[in-house]
Each structure stands twice: as structure tokens, then as C-alpha cells.
């Protein structure tokens, strides 16, 4: 297993180019089940999970052309030859969920392993099995697998429009029941819907491949369900936690850099909580520029909420730029119960952190120390890498395979701006 070893105590300055969206693209990729056509996505990053979820589609019988230089995805499913997605690739990947609605959508039919556990908690999936229920499907929960189906009796066997109301905020759910809503009979209005941008860019895609939506963005989603949708050719949306990830690397360094194609609408949380520690954030034609006025940063308190309140996702690397903060911070993750494993972790380094309940009590130090510190999944190792950066000596990061699953390039991206940072491949 690879690892990441940062020389830290340099400010960064530069450019870094951000990728597309890893969690709106993997939507995106499962929308291809919506019609017989073509779908292209541009803008694609290269990461171990797109690779996943095209080896899912693939089994499920799409034909899967990924120009990785390009960053273009050309797929289409003609047929689904096999409507049964498999627990050695959906265990990989929770979002392989996000295939159900839309087969039961198209063929009235799908069969998907039940995701396992999570590092981050339990994330179960019960909203997205109980909406699609509610629209008109059938689901027997047997040996691991949820098999789905929409009986003859139900409008000859296509899901039925509904009005249903999430009990919880799910990015997820609502990307399943917005794909599933659009080949629905009848006219489906999701309340409580999530309002990531993921969503809105997944809207626009199904839009333009003529679902017809309305709402998409704000807590209300209406969709009209068409006979049939087209292939199309769609942008991936900017990863905004890849860019609110890499906007933290100026802050804690005391350093100057520009997020090429950063926007600010996608971030303004994040820009809010650096704007208090005392990094400023300005649109720029390029996109957006990031840097550390004088002096020590201020603490700064944060809570995870559903966008546009401040993102689960962007939790771990703010409490690593807390850690240096002058005073203390407190840091509640509201959405995942067990998303404080980079903690002890950075306690390694010398941060100061206690844990009561759901919230961090994050007190300053003046200075991190390099350590050997553990990735355990995706927004922590990236956390570490950030500490590193700003430590005094030496941070080697391992298991950074969590980390290669949502950010690419990364160390070309950071070194680009003067880090000192390289991959060590090899085993553990
Ligand atoms: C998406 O996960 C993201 N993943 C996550 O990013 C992100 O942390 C999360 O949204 C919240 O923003 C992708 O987009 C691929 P949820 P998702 O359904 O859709 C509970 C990353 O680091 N819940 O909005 O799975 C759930 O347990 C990843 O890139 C249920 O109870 O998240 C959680 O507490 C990690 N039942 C809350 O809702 C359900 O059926 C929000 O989860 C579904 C969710």
C-alpha cells in the first residue's frame, strides 16, 4: 500500500486546477440506465471509484468507453442484460445503491446487494428501499440483497408518481428518487429533498436528456415522468470538496494560492468559517484566491448541515486548521456518527483535541510536529496531508488508498505549489 510522506513548514503559493465532482459524477454515471442512448460526461476525474462503478454498469450491460487524458466517459446501455448488482462491487462503493432506482425505473426490475458497513457510521440506505416503495415497488430483503420489482398490477409494471417527504436529509435518496421519478407515470414531488449542487448538476443532465424537473436546488423537487429519456453530453460540476480540501492548504501554511475554476457558490460555508479564522477568499477571473492574512488564525466553531450549511465532507480539515488556531473551537459533525477518527491522529502531531458526544473541543497549538499518522477514510486523509503540510519535520501518511479515491493528482497538485511531498509506493 502506497503512502505519502510531507516535509511541512512551507507556505503555498500558486495555482491548483480543480476536478470534477466525484459524488455528482457517480450519479451521473447511473443516469446512463435512464435511456437506450448515449450519455457523455466530460470533466471526469480520474479516481478508483469511477473505475468501480463503470465495472458495475459494465455488468450490468453497459458498453463503457473512459478516455482517462480526456476525462470523458462515453456509456450506453442498450439492454440491461443482467439487472443484478453484485456484493463484490457494491461493497466497494456505497454509492452503487444509486443503481436501483433507475433499473427499476427502466425495466421494472433490479436486484442490488445491500451496502455493509461504513467508517463513517452506519449509513444505512432505508430511505432510498422506503421512497421507492412508496412509488410503487416491491422489495424482498433476502441472503444480502434487496431484490426490487414493480409488479404487472402497478401501471404494467412502471413505478407510480408520488408525493413523498425524506424523514432526514439524504443526498443519496434523493439522487435515486429523482432518476427513478423520471420515468415514472404521473407527476413526483420530493419533499425535504437534499440541495447539494450535486443534485442541481444531476437535474440538469436528467433535464437535458428530457425529464422534465422542476425545483431542483431548493427542498422541493417536482418531476413529470416521460415515456423515455435521450442520451446527451454533460459537463461534471466542479468538486467542491476537492476545492474546499485544497483552499485549507493556503490557510494553514500562511500561503497565497488560486483554485482554477473554483467557485465561490459552491464553498460560501467554508469561505464564511475562513473568512472568521482570518483567511480571505476572493473571486478572481480564474476562479477563486485564497490567502492567510498576518498573523495567527482565530478559532473558529462549525456544525455539519445539509448544504448550504457547512459540509460533513470539509469537517476533518477544518479541525486540522483549527489545530493552530489562537483559542479554542469546538466542532460538531451532525450527519455521520463516527466521523472523528482523524483525532487521534492528528494528537500524534501534537494537536489538542477532546471529544465529547458529537462535538471536537479543538484548542490551538502553536506548532504541529511531523509524525506517522493512519488514513482511515477519504476527508481524514486528506486532513493529515493538510496538517502535514503546516507541521515542523516529517508526516508520513499511510493507507492512502482512501485518499486516491477522491482526490487525483494530489501530490502534483500540492507540489505544483511548492510543497514538499512525494508518494512512497510499496507494501505496508
Ligand atoms: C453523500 O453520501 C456523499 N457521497 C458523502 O460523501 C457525503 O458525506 C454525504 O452525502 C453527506 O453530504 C456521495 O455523494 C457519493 P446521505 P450519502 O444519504 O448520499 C442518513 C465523501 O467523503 N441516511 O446524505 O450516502 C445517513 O446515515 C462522502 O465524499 C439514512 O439514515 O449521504 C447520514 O447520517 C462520504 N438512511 C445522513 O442520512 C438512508 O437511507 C445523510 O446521508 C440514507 C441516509
Not at 480526456?70 to 443482467?82: F, G, I, K, T, Y
Not at 412509488?135 to 440483497?145: E, F, P, W
Not at 493552530?324 to 456518527?337: D, P, V
Amino acid at each position: 500500500m502506497d503512502k505519502i510522506a510531507v516535509t511541512g513548514g512551507r507556505a503555498l503559493h500558486g495555482s491548483i486546477p480543480v476536478s470534477g465532482s466525484k459524488n455528482a459524477c457517480l450519479p451521473l454515471m447511473t443516469a446512463a440506465l435512464l435511456t437506450d442512448q448515449t450519455l457523455t460526461l466530460t470533466n471526469v476525474p480520474n479516481l478508483a471509484d469511477i473505475g468501480t462503478l463503470s465495472s458495475l454498469l459494465g455488468s450490468l450491460g453497459a458498453s463503457v468507453t473512459h478516455d482517462r487524458d480526456a476525462n470523458r466517459l462515453d456509456l450506453r446501455v442498450a439492454r440491461l442484460s443482467s439487472p443484478l448488482a453484485h456484493y463484490d462491487i457494491v461493497r466497494k462503493m456505497r454509492a452503487s445503491i444509486l443503481v436501483l432506482g433507475p433499473m427499476l425505473a427502466r425495466d421494472g426490475a433490479g436486484t442490488v446487494s445491500l451496502p455493509g458497513g461504513c467508517a463513517i457510521g452506519a449509513r444505512p440506505v432505508d430511505l432510498h428501499l422506503r421512497g421507492l416503495e412508496a412509488m410503487g415497488a416491491t422489495l424482498d430483503l433476502r441472503d444480502g440483497y434487496v431484490h426490487a420489482s414493480v409488479p404487472r398490477s402497478v401501471n404494467g409494471g412502471r413505478l407510480r408518481g408520488v408525493s413523498y417527504r425524506f424523514p432526514v436529509v439524504s443526498v443519496g435518496a434523493t439522487e435515486n428518487l429523482l432518476m427513478a421519478a423520471t420515468l415514472a407515470r404521473g407527476t413526483t414531488r420530493l419533499v425535504n429533498a437534499a440541495r447539494e449542487p450535486e443534485i442541481v448538476d444531476l437535474a440538469e443532465c436528467l433535464s437535458s436528456m428530457g425529464a422534465q424537473i422542476e425545483g431542483a436546488g431548493t427542498s422541493t423537487i417536482e418531476i413529470e415522468g416521460v415515456d423515455a429519456l435521450s442520451g446527451t453530453e454533460h459537463r461534471v460540476i466542479a468538486d467542491r470538496i476537492e476545492m474546499g480540501s485544497f483552499m485549507i492548504a493556503p490557510a494553514i501554511t500562511g500561503g497565497d494560492v488560486i483554485l482554477e475554476g473554483g467557485r465561490l457558490d459552491l464553498v460560501s460555508s467554508l469561505a464564511e468559517a475562513l473568512d472568521a479564522a482570518g483567511v480571505s477568499v476572493e473571486e478572481v477571473p480564474q476562479g477563486l484566491r485564497v490567502r492567510r492574512r498576518n498573523g495567527r488564525l482565530n478559532p473558529v466553531s462549525i456544525v455539519t448541515e445539509p448544504f448550504p450549511g457547512y459540509a460533513t465532507d470539509l469537517q476533518a480539515q477544518m479541525m486540522a486548521l483549527m489545530t493552530l488556531a489562537e483559542g479554542t473551537s469546538s466542532i460538531t459533525e451532525q450527519i455521520f456518527e463516527n466521523r472523528f477518527m482523524h483525532v487521534p491522529e492528528l494528537g500524534r502531531m501534537g494537536a489538542k483535541i477532546e471529544i465529547t458526544g458529537n462535538t471536537a473541543q479543538v484548542t490551538g497549538v502553536e506548532s504541529l510536529r511531523g509524525a506517522p499518522v493512519m488514513a482511515t477514510d477519504l476527508r481524514a486523509s486528506i486532513s493529515l496531508l493538510l496538517a502535514g503540510l503546516a507541521a515542523q519535520g516529517e508526516t508520513v501518511v499511510s493507507r492512502v488508498y482512501h485518499l486516491d479515491r477522491g482526490y487525483e493528482r494530489v501530490e502534483e497538485k500540492l507540489r505544483a505549489c511548492g510543497a514538499s511531498i512525494e508518494r512512497i509506493s510499496g507494501d505496508d
